[in-house]
Protein backbone atom coordinates (compact mmCIF):
# COMPACT_ATOMS: atom_id res chain seq x y z
CA UNK A 1 0.00 0.00 0.00
CA UNK A 2 1.64 3.46 -0.86
CA UNK A 3 1.12 6.07 2.13
CA UNK A 4 -1.04 8.08 -0.14
CA UNK A 5 -3.83 5.41 -0.48
CA UNK A 6 -4.07 6.16 3.68
CA UNK A 7 -7.40 7.46 3.68
CA UNK A 8 -9.03 10.18 6.72
CA UNK A 9 -11.89 9.82 8.17
CA UNK A 10 -14.35 12.15 8.55
CA UNK A 11 -18.21 12.05 10.59
CA UNK A 12 -19.47 15.35 9.08
CA UNK A 13 -20.40 17.45 12.28
CA UNK A 14 -23.34 19.84 12.59
CA UNK A 15 -23.34 22.87 10.14
CA UNK A 16 -25.58 24.85 8.05
CA UNK A 17 -23.37 24.29 4.93
CA UNK A 18 -25.11 23.57 1.91
CA UNK A 19 -22.91 21.31 0.57
CA UNK A 20 -19.50 19.07 1.06
CA UNK A 21 -17.58 21.42 -0.36
CA UNK A 22 -18.48 24.15 1.48
CA UNK A 23 -18.40 22.12 4.81
CA UNK A 24 -15.05 20.95 4.15
CA UNK A 25 -13.79 24.62 3.42
CA UNK A 26 -14.89 25.82 6.23
CA UNK A 27 -14.14 22.68 8.62
CA UNK A 28 -10.51 22.93 7.23
CA UNK A 29 -9.58 26.39 6.13
CA UNK A 30 -6.06 26.18 5.56
CA UNK A 31 -6.77 23.94 2.88
CA UNK A 32 -7.68 26.08 -0.57
CA UNK A 33 -11.16 25.17 -2.11
CA UNK A 34 -9.77 24.97 -5.19
CA UNK A 35 -7.88 22.20 -3.79
CA UNK A 36 -10.73 20.37 -2.76
CA UNK A 37 -12.05 20.54 -6.04
CA UNK A 38 -9.08 19.11 -7.46
CA UNK A 39 -9.40 15.91 -4.55
CA UNK A 40 -13.28 15.96 -5.75
CA UNK A 41 -12.37 15.68 -9.41
CA UNK A 42 -9.67 12.87 -8.88
CA UNK A 43 -12.18 11.10 -6.73
CA UNK A 44 -10.34 11.65 -3.72
CA UNK A 45 -13.12 12.12 -1.20
CA UNK A 46 -15.67 8.73 -0.69
CA UNK A 47 -18.00 6.82 1.08
CA UNK A 48 -16.73 4.58 3.11
CA UNK A 49 -17.42 1.80 0.38
CA UNK A 50 -15.00 3.67 -2.11
CA UNK A 51 -17.10 5.64 -4.30
CA UNK A 52 -17.00 9.05 -5.55
CA UNK A 53 -18.41 11.94 -3.69
CA UNK A 54 -19.42 14.95 -5.50
CA UNK A 55 -18.71 18.86 -4.63
CA UNK A 56 -22.12 20.19 -4.39
CA UNK A 57 -23.77 17.02 -2.86
CA UNK A 58 -25.92 18.45 0.75
CA UNK A 59 -23.47 18.29 3.65
CA UNK A 60 -25.70 15.24 5.32
CA UNK A 61 -24.89 15.41 9.76
CA UNK A 62 -23.47 12.27 11.37
CA UNK A 63 -22.59 10.82 7.67
CA UNK A 64 -19.03 9.32 7.51
CA UNK A 65 -16.84 9.70 4.92
CA UNK A 66 -13.07 9.68 3.85
CA UNK A 67 -10.37 11.51 2.26
CA UNK A 68 -6.92 11.45 1.14
CA UNK A 69 -4.88 13.63 2.55
CA UNK A 70 -1.73 15.23 0.07
CA UNK A 71 1.24 17.30 1.43
CA UNK A 72 3.50 19.59 -0.41
CA UNK A 73 7.08 19.07 0.32
CA UNK A 74 6.83 17.02 3.12
CA UNK A 75 9.74 17.03 5.67
CA UNK A 76 11.72 13.78 6.34
CA UNK A 77 12.04 12.38 9.59
CA UNK A 78 15.49 11.03 9.89
CA UNK A 79 14.73 8.11 12.91
CA UNK A 80 13.38 5.44 12.24
CA UNK A 81 11.52 2.66 14.10
CA UNK A 82 11.71 -0.64 15.67
CA UNK A 83 9.51 -4.00 15.49
CA UNK A 84 10.36 -5.54 18.58
CA UNK A 85 7.69 -8.58 17.78
CA UNK A 86 4.82 -9.74 15.80
CA UNK A 87 2.80 -12.61 14.99
CA UNK A 88 -0.58 -13.32 12.83
CA UNK A 89 -2.38 -10.80 15.19
CA UNK A 90 -0.54 -8.38 16.59
CA UNK A 91 2.83 -5.77 16.38
CA UNK A 92 4.75 -4.41 18.62
CA UNK A 93 6.66 -1.39 17.19
CA UNK A 94 9.59 1.09 19.08
CA UNK A 95 9.01 4.24 17.89
CA UNK A 96 11.29 7.29 17.63
CA UNK A 97 10.88 10.69 18.91
CA UNK A 98 8.72 13.19 16.42
CA UNK A 99 7.71 10.31 14.24
CA UNK A 100 3.68 10.68 14.04
CA UNK A 101 1.82 7.15 14.47
CA UNK A 102 -0.81 8.01 11.97
CA UNK A 103 -0.67 11.10 9.21
CA UNK A 104 -1.92 14.32 10.14
CA UNK A 105 -0.63 17.76 10.14
CA UNK A 106 1.88 18.10 7.13
CA UNK A 107 3.17 14.11 8.01
CA UNK A 108 1.67 11.62 5.51
CA UNK A 109 4.40 9.55 4.43
CA UNK A 110 6.44 9.66 7.45
CA UNK A 111 4.40 8.23 9.81
CA UNK A 112 4.84 4.97 12.30
CA UNK A 113 1.73 3.21 10.07
CA UNK A 114 2.86 4.38 6.38
CA UNK A 115 6.21 3.20 7.42
CA UNK A 116 4.52 -0.19 8.34
CA UNK A 117 2.58 -0.46 5.82
CA UNK A 118 4.95 -0.18 3.25
CA UNK A 119 7.46 -2.70 5.58
CA UNK A 120 5.01 -5.32 5.86
CA UNK A 121 2.32 -5.19 2.77
CA UNK A 122 -0.42 -5.56 5.77
CA UNK A 123 -2.98 -4.01 4.46
CA UNK A 124 -4.77 -4.45 7.49
CA UNK A 125 -2.02 -3.00 9.81
CA UNK A 126 -3.97 -0.63 12.41
CA UNK A 127 -2.87 0.88 15.49
CA UNK A 128 -4.83 0.21 18.53
CA UNK A 129 -4.24 3.24 20.60
CA UNK A 130 -2.09 6.44 19.70
CA UNK A 131 1.12 8.12 22.08
CA UNK A 132 2.33 11.78 20.66
CA UNK A 133 4.51 12.79 17.87
CA UNK A 134 6.94 13.65 20.88
CA UNK A 135 6.65 11.18 22.82
CA UNK A 136 8.69 7.51 22.23
CA UNK A 137 8.22 3.92 23.32
CA UNK A 138 5.61 1.79 22.41
CA UNK A 139 2.90 1.75 19.74
CA UNK A 140 0.38 -1.87 19.43
CA UNK A 141 -1.12 -2.95 16.14
CA UNK A 142 -4.06 -4.81 15.13
CA UNK A 143 -2.42 -7.29 12.04
CA UNK A 144 -5.52 -9.03 11.40
CA UNK A 145 -9.29 -7.25 11.19
CA UNK A 146 -11.29 -10.35 12.44
CA UNK A 147 -9.69 -10.52 15.76
CA UNK A 148 -9.52 -6.75 15.83
CA UNK A 149 -12.04 -5.80 17.84
CA UNK A 150 -11.29 -8.10 21.06
CA UNK A 151 -7.68 -5.97 21.73
CA UNK A 152 -9.65 -2.80 20.91
CA UNK A 153 -12.04 -3.47 24.15
CA UNK A 154 -8.79 -4.05 25.98
CA UNK A 155 -8.32 -0.07 25.99
CA UNK A 156 -11.69 0.45 26.23
CA UNK A 157 -12.53 -1.00 29.42
CA UNK A 158 -8.94 -0.67 31.20
CA UNK A 159 -7.36 -4.06 30.11
CA UNK A 160 -4.06 -2.40 29.05
CA UNK A 161 -1.14 -1.65 31.73
CA UNK A 162 0.81 0.75 30.46
CA UNK A 163 3.93 2.68 31.62
CA UNK A 164 5.50 5.67 30.96
CA UNK A 165 9.01 6.95 31.72
CA UNK A 166 9.86 10.88 32.04
CA UNK A 167 13.00 12.78 32.84
CA UNK A 168 11.65 16.31 34.53
CA UNK A 169 12.57 18.73 37.14
CA UNK A 170 13.33 17.31 41.00
CA UNK A 171 10.26 17.47 43.12
CA UNK A 172 12.01 17.02 46.75
CA UNK A 173 9.54 18.67 48.82
CA UNK A 174 6.50 16.16 47.32
CA UNK A 175 6.28 12.68 49.11
CA UNK A 176 6.64 10.12 46.40
CA UNK A 177 4.48 7.88 44.73
CA UNK A 178 2.02 10.77 44.04
CA UNK A 179 -1.78 10.57 42.89
CA UNK A 180 -2.74 13.24 40.88
CA UNK A 181 -6.40 13.59 39.85
CA UNK A 182 -8.20 16.34 37.66
CA UNK A 183 -10.25 17.60 35.40
CA UNK A 184 -8.62 18.02 32.01
CA UNK A 185 -10.44 19.71 28.95
CA UNK A 186 -9.62 21.42 25.57
CA UNK A 187 -8.46 24.31 25.91
CA UNK A 188 -6.34 27.56 23.74
CA UNK A 189 -4.96 26.98 21.27
CA UNK A 190 -6.53 24.05 19.91
CA UNK A 191 -3.93 21.73 20.72
CA UNK A 192 -3.22 22.41 24.39
CA UNK A 193 -5.62 20.88 26.99
CA UNK A 194 -6.11 22.51 30.42
CA UNK A 195 -6.98 21.57 34.03
CA UNK A 196 -10.09 23.10 35.31
CA UNK A 197 -12.87 23.06 38.12
CA UNK A 198 -15.05 20.50 38.39
CA UNK A 199 -14.93 16.91 39.21
CA UNK A 200 -11.99 14.81 38.29
CA UNK A 201 -11.64 12.75 34.85
CA UNK A 202 -8.30 12.48 34.86
CA UNK A 203 -6.11 10.28 37.27
CA UNK A 204 -1.95 9.50 37.29
CA UNK A 205 0.31 7.63 39.30
CA UNK A 206 3.93 8.61 40.01
CA UNK A 207 6.73 7.64 41.29
CA UNK A 208 10.41 8.28 41.34
CA UNK A 209 12.65 5.33 39.51
CA UNK A 210 15.89 7.67 40.17
CA UNK A 211 17.08 10.63 41.18
CA UNK A 212 19.76 12.89 39.50
CA UNK A 213 20.46 16.16 40.86
CA UNK A 214 18.04 18.87 39.30
CA UNK A 215 16.92 16.03 37.08
CA UNK A 216 14.79 13.27 38.19
CA UNK A 217 13.73 9.76 36.21
CA UNK A 218 10.03 9.33 37.15
CA UNK A 219 7.71 6.52 36.54
CA UNK A 220 4.39 7.63 35.22
CA UNK A 221 1.28 5.25 34.95
CA UNK A 222 -2.07 6.94 33.29
CA UNK A 223 -5.16 5.32 34.49
CA UNK A 224 -7.25 7.28 32.38
CA UNK A 225 -6.34 8.25 28.96
CA UNK A 226 -7.23 12.08 28.31
CA UNK A 227 -4.91 13.48 25.71
CA UNK A 228 -1.67 15.00 27.16
CA UNK A 229 -2.47 13.42 30.72
CA UNK A 230 0.92 13.06 32.13
CA UNK A 231 2.75 16.35 30.26
CA UNK A 232 -0.41 18.40 31.82
CA UNK A 233 -0.46 16.37 35.69
CA UNK A 234 3.79 16.84 35.50
CA UNK A 235 3.59 20.59 34.44
CA UNK A 236 0.74 21.47 36.91
CA UNK A 237 3.05 19.55 39.56
CA UNK A 238 5.79 22.26 39.21
CA UNK A 239 7.71 19.79 36.82
CA UNK A 240 7.55 20.12 33.28
CA UNK A 241 8.49 17.14 31.58
CA UNK A 242 12.15 18.11 29.69
CA UNK A 243 11.68 19.14 26.22
CA UNK A 244 8.16 19.81 26.31
CA UNK A 245 7.46 22.61 24.11
CA UNK A 246 3.61 22.84 25.09
CA UNK A 247 3.24 22.94 28.75
CA UNK A 248 3.52 25.01 30.60
CA UNK A 249 3.21 27.53 28.02
CA UNK A 250 4.01 26.68 24.05
CA UNK A 251 7.36 27.15 22.78
CA UNK A 252 7.74 27.50 18.95
CA UNK A 253 9.85 24.94 17.34
CA UNK A 254 11.12 24.75 14.02
CA UNK A 255 10.56 22.46 11.66
CA UNK A 256 13.22 20.21 11.60
CA UNK A 257 14.98 21.14 15.11
CA UNK A 258 15.10 17.97 16.75
CA UNK A 259 17.88 19.08 19.31
CA UNK A 260 15.65 18.66 22.61
CA UNK A 261 13.13 15.52 22.18
CA UNK A 262 10.23 15.41 24.86
CA UNK A 263 11.84 13.48 27.48
CA UNK A 264 9.14 11.07 27.91
CA UNK A 265 8.92 7.04 26.72
CA UNK A 266 6.18 4.92 26.57
CA UNK A 267 8.00 2.38 28.26
CA UNK A 268 5.83 -1.13 28.96
CA UNK A 269 2.31 -2.54 27.86
CA UNK A 270 1.04 -5.19 29.33
CA UNK A 271 -2.47 -7.08 29.41
CA UNK A 272 -3.47 -10.50 29.07
CA UNK A 273 -4.20 -11.70 25.53
CA UNK A 274 -8.12 -11.91 24.80
CA UNK A 275 -7.50 -14.77 22.68
CA UNK A 276 -5.61 -17.36 24.77
CA UNK A 277 -5.26 -15.62 27.94
CA UNK A 278 -1.87 -15.54 28.40
CA UNK A 279 0.18 -12.99 30.41
CA UNK A 280 1.72 -10.56 27.25
CA UNK A 281 4.20 -8.14 28.13
CA UNK A 282 6.08 -5.55 26.38
CA UNK A 283 9.12 -2.86 27.42
CA UNK A 284 10.55 -0.10 24.87
CA UNK A 285 14.70 -0.95 23.95
CA UNK A 286 14.83 3.01 24.28
CA UNK A 287 16.13 4.66 27.25
CA UNK A 288 15.92 8.51 28.11
CA UNK A 289 19.15 10.41 28.62
CA UNK A 290 19.63 13.67 30.64
CA UNK A 291 20.99 15.54 27.97
CA UNK A 292 18.23 14.97 25.37
CA UNK A 293 19.47 11.76 23.79
CA UNK A 294 17.41 8.39 23.65
Not at 16 to 32: E, H, K
Not at 179 to 186: A, D, G, H
Request: charged share 25%; with cysteine.
Amino acid sequence: MSPSDLPSHLQLAPGNWASLLDGLCARFPRIPRNQWLERFARGRVQALDGTPLQPQQPWRVGLEIRYFREVAQEPVIPFAAQVLYQDDELLVADKPHFLPVIPAGRYVRETLLARLLAATGNRDLVPLHRIDRGTAGLVLFSCNRRTRAAYQQLFGNGGIDKGYEALAPALPEMVFPHERFSRIERGEPFFRMVERDGPANAHSRIRVIERMGALWRYGLEPVTGRKHQLRVHMAALGAPICGDDCYPEPRPRGIDDYSAPLQLLAQRLAFIDPLDGRQREFHSARRLAPWGES
